[in-house]
C-alpha cells in the first residue's frame, strides 16, 4: 500500500493538504474577517490569515498545556475564534446578519423548488468567482493600457518565479516520504502528543505542531505528511510574504518580483573556496556563513518555529504600513499586534527585527525597509563571528536568507530608480530582465546535501502499519526515527535495546518474546548509511547511545547483524513467524503475541 505508491496518489494527498489548508487559513477566514477597510484583497487575505494563525495560537495552550486536544475541540477552537470575529466585524449586530443571510437562503430555495436549477443558471454561479477576478484583471488592464509590455513582462515573470518557488519547495515533500533535516522528527513528535492528549515536553508553545495536528485531524491525512507539506506550504506563504511586503513598503512590484525570485529561488548558495591568505577570525565567520547559507538550502522547506517567527515578522512589517490611514487604522492596528504576540510566543528572539522595522517607518517606507534588511543582515553577520557569544542572535544567523532576500529587493528598487533618469518608465522593465538574465546563468542554487536518517521504505512501512492494525495492538522495534511514526497509534521499542536484551535468549527453543501485542522488528539488510560526509565528532556524541548504534556506520552495521541473527534465530524455532516486507534494503519480521498460557506463568 505504502512502499510503492503511484505518484497519482501522494500528490492527491499533497493536493487534498493544500486545499484545505487554503480552506481554512485563507477563504473561510476571509469571510469572517472582511476588513472592508483595507484597501487590497491581498491586504484582506493577510489579516486574515494572521488572525486565523492567532486564534489556532490561542487553541494550543489548551492542547499542549491542558492536554484537550480532540477532533471536536480544534473544531470548537476554529469556529469560536472566526465566529467572534465575524461578529466584531459587523459591530456584535449579529442576529440582523442573521435574519438576512436566512432570508436570502429561504428566497433562494423557494425559487429553486419554483423554477427549478437549470445548467445555465448553476454553471453561472460555479463561474461568479472566475468572472469577479475577469473584471479586476480587465479594470487593471484598461488603467494600464499604455504599459501593457511591462505588464506582459511582470506577469510572465511572476508565473516562472511562483512555478520555481513551489517546485523547490514541494519537490521532495512530494519525493521522499522520510525527512530530509533531522528536527522535522522532533516536530513530528510533538504533533503525535498532541493528537493523543499527552502533555508535551516542552518550554515553549509549539504553534507549528499545533498547526500541524489541527491540520491532520481536519484533513484524516497522516502527521507525517501533514508535517512534511505544511512546512513546505509555509516555506511558500513565507516567500509571498516577502513580495507582499516590499510591494507595501516600495509600491514597487518590480522589487517585490525581486525579492520574491530571490527567496523563492534561493540564491543565496555559497561554493567558492574560502582562502588560506585571510585572517583565521574570518576564514571561520565566513565558513560558518556559508554552512548557514547552504543548508538553509534546505530549511526553506523544512520550516521550523524558526521560520514560521519570521514570517510574522515580515508580515508585521507590511500589515503596520496601513496603519497611517485613520480609515485602515483598526484593522491594520488588530493585524499588526496579531503578528508581534506570534513573533512574542514563537521566537521572542525575532522581536529584535520587528523593533528595527518598526523604528525605521518612522522616517518612511523606504527607511523601513533599510532597517529591517539592514539589520537583518549585520545581527546575522555578528552571530558567526567566532569566539563571540551571541544566542539571542542565533535565530537571525539561521533566517538570514529572508533578511538578504529583503536586501536584494531594497538594492533592486534603488538601481530602478536611478535607471529612470536614463530610461523613464522602461527602467524597471530593464533591470528586471537584466537581473533574471544574470542569476539564472550564475546564482541558481546547488543541489544540496541532504541529511537523510532512514530508508524511504522504512517510514512508509511505519505509517503503513499505524493504519492497517488496531490501535495499541502492536509493537514496533525499530531506529528511534520510527517512535515519532508510531506514536500514540502503537507500542514502541528500541531496536538496540531490544537486541541486547534478547540476543543471548533466542537459542532457547521454547523462548517467546514476552508482548502481548503483535511484533514488526526493523532489520535492516544493508545498513543505512548518510550521503553527507563524516567529520569529527566530540567524545560526549561518540558515547551517545544513539550515535553509537544508530548513526556511526561501524554501530549501525554491528547492530543490523546481531538483529537479522537473532531474528532468523527466534523464526527458525518459531513456525508461526513470518516476514511482513523485504526489499533490498530492508526486513521486517511479524511476530505473533505471546501465548495466554504462557503469560499466565
Known sequence: MFSQPPLIIDLLTSGWVVLVFVMLFGLVPLFAFPQVSLPSLASRIVGAFVRTVTTIAIGSILWTKLGLFTWLTAVFVYVTGLGLGWMASHQWQFRAKFQQLGQQLAIATVDIFDRGLSMPQLMRWLLLPWRTVNRLIRARLDLHRS?????????????????????????????????????????????????????????????????????SALSGVHPLQVVQLLGAIVGTVLVLSIGYTIRCLSKSSAAALVAIYS????????NLPISNRLPLGLQQCLGTLSDNLNSGLIRSWVVSELELGALFVILAIGCSTHIARSAQRTEAVINTTCCILLVAVISPNL?????????????????????????????????????????LLAGVLLTLPIGLSLLVGLVFAAIAAVGRLFLASWSAPICLTVFLATTINFCLPQLPQLDYLE????ARKAVEISHLFPYHQWTVVAPSEQLSQVYGRGWYEDLAKFTTKYQDRV????????????LFVFAEKRPFTSEKPETPVPYSVLIDPTYRHYRSLTGRTQLATATLQLCETYRRHHPDSQIYYENDQLRIYQFSAQPAALRSK
Not at 517607518?361 to 546575522?380: C, D, E, K, N, Y
Not at 530508508?455 to 522504512?458: L, W
Open 147 to 215: 504599459s501593457l509590455p511591462s505588464i506582459a513582462l511582470k506577469v510572465i515573470s511572476t508565473i516562472g518565479i511562483v512555478i520555481c518557488t513551489v517546485w523547490l519547495r514541494f519537490e521532495h515533500p512530494l519525493t521522499e516520504f522520510r525527512f530530509s533535516h533531522p528536527d522535522t522528527y522532533s516536530q513530528l513528535l510533538i504533533t503525535q502528543q498532541i493528537l493523543a492528549r499527552d502533555l508535551p515536553t516542552v518550554n515553549y508553545l509549539p504553534i507549528f505542531a499545533s498547526l500541524a495536528a489541527f491540520l
Open 263 to 270: 527567496l523563492g529561488a534561493y540564491l543565496f548558495t555559497w
Open 351 to 391: 522581536l529584535i527585527l520587528v523593533l528595527c522595522g518598526g523604528f525605521g517607518s518612522v522616517f518612511g517606507r523606504q527607511m523601513a525597509i533599510f532597517a529591517l534588511s539592514t539589520a537583518w543582515t549585520i545581527l546575522g553577520v555578528l552571530a558567526a563571528i567566532p569566539d563571540r557569544n551571541f544566542p
Open 455 to 458: 530508508y524511504d521504505a522504512t
Open 507 to 518: 537459542d532457547v527453543p521454547n523462548f517467546h518474546f514476552p508482548y502481548q501485542t503483535l
